[in-house]
């Protein structure tokens, strides 16, 4: 996994050096987690660079900084153009974005309202997040000992920095046990989702996913996922998902951004299947790299050209 730093950021409607795109230490965010954010993917095709469910991603985001009450001066159309702009300027064929909302140097305190919102958008190129091989080899998964984050204490459907203090439990628990993901069970002790992935599985050829009430991020992936399985004839079910379902599944996957599709060979070392990527997998993730990278047509408005 390798982080190319490039040339500009975009910083509350201005273009800034890499360098310059310091905070204080004193600023809110950095002592009570105030940052409400994103994680999109620009993929290269064959007319230039294109951002997958841009406007899906911001929104989710302006929606995050809802629930926060933490809105920032920038509308939808704005953060776009921004965007856009941001990947020109960087002059990238590919990358991944992060748009991020954060209530900066104020007031100190835990009140957030005494402070600014500021807006920032980075770009950078960005790998296979789960590994070179784990898109065909799928990867070890384990049950997280941690439970996810549970409604009532913070908001799941909100994507904020706040929750991945939750999610590093998980992840660092796995790697320091030899697993290269953990899997969360939700309060209630069903299926929920990966520390920064959602997770899909297939058992007589239907495909179920956690609903969104099982404390998981409503994932854009997840979305798309649904949607081309619909294309595909194939019959999702959002339910509540008992633990052992996914010891008995024919084949267990990841989606998200970062991951993609990344099939599951192993959970708590119990083969998954045939102990690799299995067919519906690879039917989708063909799918999926068909229209990311213009191929095929997306069934909705999934790619934003960045043109020039
Ligand atoms: N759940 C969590 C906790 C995540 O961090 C992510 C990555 N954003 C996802 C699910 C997948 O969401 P998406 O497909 O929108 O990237």
Same mark, same amino acid.
């Given at each position: ?21 310091t ?24 007319n ?10 911001l929104?989710?985001l ?8 933490? #809105? &920032?001066?920038?509308?939808? !159309?704005?953060?776009r153009?921004? $965007?856009?702009? @941001?990947v020109?300027?960087? =002059? ?44 065909e ?10 439970a ?68 998981? #991020? &409503?994932?854009?992936?997840? !979305?798309?996922?649904?949607?081309? $399985?619909?294309? @595909?004839?194939?019959?999702? =079910? ?42 519906i ?28």
């Amino acid at each position: 996994m390798e982080q190319t730093i490039t040339e500009k950021i975009w910083h509350n409607g201005e273009f800034i050096d890499w360098d310059q795109a310091t905070i204080h230490v004193m600023s809110h965010v950095v002592h009570y987690a105030s940052a409400m954010f994103e994680g999109i993917r620009c993929y290269e095709t064959t007319n230039g660079p294109a951002v997958f469910r841009l406007d899906d991603h911001l929104l989710r985001l302006l929606h995050s900084c809802q629930i926060y009450r933490s #809105l &920032p001066a920038y509308s939808l !159309d704005d953060l776009r153009q921004a $965007c856009l702009e @941001l990947v020109r300027v960087n =002059k990238l064929n590919s990358c991944y974005l992060r748009p991020i909302v954060f209530r900066g140097y104020g007031t100190f305190g835990v009140n957030p309202l005494l402070n600014p919102i500021e807006t920032y958008i980075i770009c950078w190129k960005w790998g296979q997040y789960l590994g070179p091989e784990a898109l065909e080899q799928g990867v070890d998964a384990c049950v997280s000992s941690w439970a996810r984050i549970s409604p009532n204490t913070l908001p799941a459907m909100a994507k904020v920095s706040a929750n991945y203090m939750n999610s590093q439990l998980i992840k660092m628990e796995a790697i320091l046990n030899g697993y290269t993901e953990g899997i969360a069970l939700d309060a209630s002790g069903n299926v929920s989702e990966g520390s920064g992935e959602n997770l899909f599985l297939v058992l007589n050829n239907t495909v179920y996913t956690p609903p969104i009430a099982a404390s998981i #991020l &409503p994932g854009i992936t997840r !979305d798309t996922v649904v949607k081309l $399985c619909d294309l @595909l004839g194939l019959t999702v =079910k959002k339910q509540d998902i008992p633990r052992e379902m996914l010891y008995i599944a024919d084949e267990v996957f990841f989606t998200g951004t970062a991951a993609e599709l990344t099939p599951i060979r192993s959970i708590d070392k119990i083969q998954i299947g045939q102990g690799r990527r299995g067919p519906i997998a690879k039917r989708l993730q063909e799918e999926f790299f068909a229209i990311t990278s213009g191929r095929k047509e997306a069934p909705g408005d999934w790619l934003t050209f960045v043109a020039t």
